[in-house]
């Protein structure tokens, strides 16, 4: 017989003996009906929060998440605790996607997974009737708010959706500023919420930037870093050409080294997921389309061969780091004329008004001010970065700051507090 007690199933149907700071709070607003926006770190246990409300409550409980790689890791997490989950989304043939959908409509599904284009598409529309929602989750929730990093635009479209399926709403990520996290909760509609912001602070982690100045510079302070770190090690670059260039060198001073981004076949992104995550000290270079859903405990060592565009992006990417509470190392090298992939990016997106006759334009059309506070808006991303990469003071505080999250007095797990013998040390060696 199920239990709706909430610990009892933590413990019966996951194995752990009690919640997480925050994760009982957002289990208990959802066992309420009331709407909740949960902040955990990266590997705080997010899926927890809404896989036990799911067991808990009859219904379905939908998740909305962005990536069919992530999905397939709740997926999967779902079905070991005796969920019954299913997921519809582009990667399926049509029939099967039938079947799922006549399943949830039968209550033959208690978890289904979606992307929000799938969600709102019009082959999904008779459905919405149908399903007997009891609780709504939006999964890497930052992708609703234009200020955010990965910006989705069918995520805008969630807080209309939200009112059709009649459901409280709990929205989760690990990244937001307060900024984001106030659209967050004006998309969603909003009244009331429950909140849990967490720290910002995983003491575990150590920061530390690293000069390098050539191309030849920035290979060998790669391979020292990597030759010397224990367990699993990754390095990100920002484009695939760099991927491949790094994983050349790499393997030219004889470590096995796997290339990850978006441009190689998917059985070939598929083998190296599965290297990452199975082999006892593996090393993977790649672009950020590697991260989501590959939940590695013992990551020692998370490289950027730049800081990306964003402290948003890059404290989501280097917390992969250290997820099993042991001291890892997340460094960024820094070089001349890093920095310009990301202001080309957003002269791209966001260009900056040319002429008088495109200011009038954009006036008259309504658009001026929006074009003007989203370009701001990743100017102000960048300069942060800048911050962070060229403090003299602690880099933690930088980090925490941009969160709204205040710290005081030095760190001692960043290279400006305990120095880079310090940190370098302290995640030991091979």
């Known amino acids: 017989m199920t239990t709706s007690d909430p610990l009892h199933i933590l413990?019966?149907?996951?194995?752990?003996?009690?919640?997480?700071?925050g994760q009982r709070e957002l289990v208990d607003a959802a066992l309420a009906g009331r709407d909740a926006l949960g902040v955990l770190p990266t590997g705080g246990g997010k899926s927890l929060c809404f896989q036990v409300p799911c067991?808990?409550?009859?219904g379905l409980t939908v998740v909305v998440s962005p990536l069919i790689s992530l999905m397939a890791d709740q997926l999967r997490r779902a079905r070991e605790a005796g969920i019954q989950a299913q997921a519809i989304h582009s990667g399926l043939p049509p029939a099967q996607r039938d079947q799922v959908g006549r399943a949830a409509a039968a209550g033959e599904v208690e978890l289904l997974l979606v992307a929000p284009e799938r969600l709102l598409a019009p082959s999904f529309e008779p459905l919405i009737p149908l399903l007997h929602v009891s609780l709504l989750v939006i999964d890497e929730?930052?992708?609703?708010?234009?200020?955010?990093?990965?910006?989705?635009?069918?995520y805008r479209e969630l807080g209309r959706i939200r009112h059709?399926?009649?459901?409280?709403?709990q929205a989760l990520t690990a990244t937001a500023t307060p900024k984001v996290r106030a659209e967050i909760e004006e998309i969603l509609g909003?009244?009331?919420?429950?909140?849990?912001?967490?720290?910002?602070?995983?003491?575990?982690?150590l920061w530390a930037v690293r000069p390098a100045r050539s191309p030849a510079e920035r290979n060998q302070v790669l391979y020292d870093l990597v030759h010397r770190a224990p367990g699993a090690r990754l390095i990100y670059a920002a484009t695939r050409k760099r991927v491949e260039?790094?994983?050349a060198s790499m393997a030219r001073r004889g470590l096995r080294t796997e290339a990850y981004h978006a441009g190689l076949p998917e059985g070939e992104r598929t083998r190296v997921q599965a290297f990452f995550m199975e082999a006892r000290r593996p090393l993977v270079v790649a672009t950020n389309a590697f991260g989501m859903g590959i939940d590695r405990a013992d990551v020692r060592l998370v490289v950027h061969d730049q800081l990306s565009g964003s402290l948003e992006d890059y404290y989501q990417?280097?917390?992969?780091?250290?997820?099993?509470?042991?001291?890892?190392?997340?460094?960024?090298?820094?070089?001349?004329?890093?920095?310009?992939?990301?202001?080309?990016?957003?002269?791209r997106t966001h260009p900056p008004i040319r002429s008088p006759g495109e200011l009038v334009r954009l006036w008259r059309s309504g658009d001026l001010g929006s074009r003007l506070e989203r370009r701001h808006a990743q100017l102000a991303k960048l300069r942060a970065v800048d911050r962070y990469?060229?403090?003299?003071?602690?880099?933690?505080?930088?980090?925490?700051?941009?969160?709204?999250?205040?710290?005081?007095?030095?760190?001692?797990?960043?290279?400006?507090?305990?120095g880079w013998p310090g940190v370098l040390g302290a995640i030991g060696s091979r």
């Open 55 to 58: 067991i808990a409550l009859p």
């Open 11 to 21: 413990r019966d149907r996951f194995g752990f003996p009690a919640f997480r700071t």
């Open 190 to 205: 909003f009244r009331r919420p429950v909140r849990f912001v967490g720290s910002f602070d995983r003491e575990n982690l």
């Open 141 to 154: 929730a930052h992708c609703i708010s234009c200020w955010g990093h990965d910006f989705r635009p069918a």
């Open 317 to 347: 990417e280097a917390g992969r780091a250290g997820r099993d509470g042991e001291a890892a190392l997340c460094v960024a090298l820094r070089g001349p004329g890093d920095g310009g992939i990301h202001r080309a990016f957003l002269d």
């Open 164 to 169: 059709r399926l009649g459901a409280p709403v």
């Open 245 to 247: 260039r790094i994983r």
């Open 389 to 418: 990469a060229g403090t003299k003071g602690c880099r933690r505080r930088v980090l925490l700051g941009w969160f709204g999250e205040r710290r005081s007095g030095p760190c001692e797990g960043c290279d400006r507090c305990r």
